[in-house]
């Protein structure tokens, strides 16, 4: 047993050191006999990118008490080559995905951006800004994202502050990827630029926060986003501690799951932890559910009708002729059997 109390803290090491004595480690904790705690809960994920994920996943989902997500458009792992690939990618976003979602009974909205990364290719970068218009007014697109700063380059500067301005035009919430290295800085200057051009704070969600900047995100009228994303961005322990200290007001918490060694059921497990730590039903909800649907629904594209009771598709559905049970799958089959029939 290591000493609670030593001094040899690790200054880059984020974990409070006062909570870590009352949770124990993940050793003893199983997701199983967690699942039970949030029995009738609704989840919202408000970041997530299914178009790397699996039919699984959404099956997960599903039974964990997700009902609704946002897919924020993003850097698919590798540059793209050309402008087809870009328009490929956001009709997915707007078709395909929200189908395959819709089979689970999870609606699917999602926001489209440039990401940061693809900002820095300045001749695709000015063929991406010439279409985005033709994709943000579709039915489910509820902002602009993710965008922002990752290396804090010029051209990652001029995209964005293009398309605050698209944000402003369409009247449309504006979802802020802040960049991982030298966070601090890139959040501030991010914020600074989405004042600058006018934008309301209360439609602009900052994401992927930690301990270092939510207070500044918070005070300045800004949604602050948190991603529980294993060993990069927060852990849930100390999103838990987050929750304790700065409340539940403007506060939601996401998975940002991808094709990163990542987890669809952050949200769930969270709210587990939460429970666990005696927070209130009242604040999980809020943070798991009613504030990103509080901050996108500005966007006139999300109801919560079309997800608070709950809907369940039609298997037969198809989309453009192709359905997501191939060759006479049936929509629910025991993934824990050995059998595979
Ligand atoms: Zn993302």
Not at 239 to 259: C, F, L, P, T
Not at 297 to 317: C, I, M, R, Y
């Amino acid at each position: 047993m290591c000493d609670q109390n030593s001094s040899t803290n690790n200054p880059s090491h984020f974990e409070n050191q006062n909570t870590s004595k009352e949770i124990p480690t993940h050793v003893d904790l199983r997701w199983d006999e967690y699942k039970e705690s949030i029995k009738g809960f609704k989840f919202f994920d408000p970041h997530i990118h299914m178009v790397s994920r699996t039919t699984d996943d959404y099956q997960n989902m599903a039974q964990a008490g997700i009902v609704a997500v946002i897919e924020p458009a993003f850097w698919v792992g590798q540059p793209r080559t050309g402008l087809s690939s870009f328009k490929d990618y956001y009709s997915s976003l707007v078709g395909w995905e929200r189908f395959r979602s819709s089979q689970f009974g999870i609606k699917h909205y999602c926001t489209i951006g440039l990401n940061s990364r693809e900002a820095n290719n300045e001749r695709l970068a000015e063929e991406v800004m010439e279409i985005l218009p033709l994709y943000i007014y579709k039915e489910g697109v509820v902002g602009i994202g993710e965008i922002g700063f990752d290396d804090q380059t010029d051209l990652e500067e001029k995209y964005y502050r293009l398309q605050l301005e698209l944000a402003k035009e369409a009247k449309l919430p504006v979802q802020i990827h802040t960049p991982h290295r030298d966070k601090k800085r890139g959040t501030e200057r991010s914020m600074a630029i989405a004042l600058e051009h006018g934008l309301d704070p209360s439609w602009v969600v900052v994401d992927h926060n930690n301990e270092e900047t939510v207070k500044s995100v918070l005070d300045q009228g800004f949604y602050a986003a948190f991603t529980i994303y294993p060993f990069t961005k927060m852990g849930n322990k100390r999103m838990v501690s987050i929750v304790e200290e700065y409340g539940s007001e403007r506060i939601m918490i996401n998975s940002s799951a991808d094709w990163g060694i990542s987890d669809p059921l952050a949200i769930p497990k969270t709210a587990a932890l939460m429970v666990s730590r005696g927070i209130s039903h009242e604040v999980i909800r809020k943070v798991t559910y009613e504030n990103a649907i509080e901050a996108f629904a500005k966007s006139g594209q999300l109801d919560v009708s079309d997800f608070e009771n709950g809907f369940s598709a039609d298997p037969s559905d198809k989309f453009h002729g192709n359905s997501v049970l191939r060759g006479g799958q049936q929509p629910k089959w025991n993934q824990n059997s050995l059998f595979i029939d």
